[in-house]
Nanobody, 125 residues
Framework: QVQLVESGGGLVQAGGSLRLSCAASGRTFSSRGMAWFRQAPGKEREFAAGINRNGGNPNYADSVKGRFTISRDNAKNTVYLQLNSLKPEDTAVYYC??????????????????WGQGTQVTVSS
């Protein structure tokens, strides 16, 4: 069982930055690909960024590429998402997700078994 707790969301002006964190419980964090998804009001949840269990293969949705950076610290059981050059359309609840142990590489089409409760990011224009 993996529990994920996100933090770092908030209200920011367009062009600003935020750093989201996701702390994981348990001993299997370092063997799982991780990802961030987001869900805007009235829209379906979408993949934003993912990373494999070794910190490689960072991959991004086209809408965030060049502005967001995903990273992880396996010693701290934490995955991060740095959000730069934020736009109003980035407003969403951001969720952390953990993929299947040993099989996931943080890709958008992986199966994600565990989810956090989400953290709200609001970007004002």
């Amino acid at each position: 069982q993996v529990q994920l707790v996100e933090s770092g969301g908030g209200l920011v002006q367009a062009g600003g930055s935020l750093r989201l964190s996701c702390a994981a419980s348990g001993r299997t964090f370092s063997s799982r690909g991780m990802a961030w998804f987001r869900q805007a009001p009235g829209k379906e949840r979408e993949f934003a960024a993912g990373i494999n269990r070794n910190g490689g293969n960072p991959n991004y949705a086209d809408s965030v590429k060049g502005r967001f950076t995903i990273s992880r610290d396996n010693a701290k059981n934490t995955v991060y998402l740095q959000l730069n050059s934020l736009k109003p359309e980035d407003t969403a609840v951001y969720y952390c997700a953990a993929g299947r142990q040993y099989y996931s590489d943080g890709s958008y089409n992986d199966r994600y078994d565990y989810w956090g409760q989400g953290t709200q990011v609001t970007v004002s224009s």
